[in-house]
């Protein structure tokens, strides 16, 4: 049976393992950890551009795998003043060349690690007046996500 995404959580590090494809590297990461503001878990991997085969003997027109790209990943938060992981988020937004390393644990433990630059860090989504002040992040992802169940 699956389980829920209650109690995951996400942490940042201002900081880039030596190698981006080893679990353990990344485990010794420094890692700031945000308050419990994290609205959705977000997607996280990797796909590949469409190449479209385009040929007059056939009627069909085919696509193929072309180049991989990881996903930019997204995700919501709880404005929080205050918060830490926020803090660092914003430390990294405001720094044209900075890479860190994001650490999403899920309920079941798995650990989901990838580096990347913060591209955006909104001040608020908006919304009404039963509305929480959310604010949304956008991280373009250089590394392979690395998955590791504990």
């Known amino acids: 049976m699956g389980t829920t995404l209650a109690k995951s959580t996400l942490e940042v ?7 981006t494809s080893d679990a353990i590297l990344f485990a010794a990461l420094v890692w700031v ?3 419990c503001a994290l609205h959705t878990v977000p997607p996280v991997g990797y796909s590949y551009d469409a190449v479209q085969e385009d040929l007059v003997c056939d009627e ?3 696509s ?4 991989a ?9 709880s404005k929080l003043p205050g918060d830490l992981m926020q803090a660092e988020l914003q ?7 900075a890479v860190g390393s994001f650490k999403l644990t899920l309920t079941d433990s798995t650990v989901i690690y990838f580096t990347g ?3 955006k860090m909104s001040l608020t989504e908006g919304g009404g007046k039963n509305d929480i002040n959310k604010r949304s992040v956008q991280v373009f992802v250089h ?6 169940a504990i």
Not at 64 to 67: C, E, Q
Not at 143 to 148: A, D, G, L, T, V
């Open 143 to 148: 590394s392979k996500p690395i998955e590791e």
């Open 91 to 97: 430390t990294l937004l405001d720094s044209q060349n």
């Open 60 to 62: 069909i027109t085919k």
């Open 64 to 67: 193929v795998k072309g180049g």
């Open 69 to 77: 790209k990881y996903d930019d990943v997204t995700f919501m938060l």
């Open 13 to 19: 590090s201002a900081t880039v393992p030596a190698d």
């Open 33 to 35: 950890p945000g308050s």
């Open 117 to 119: 630059q913060v591209a």
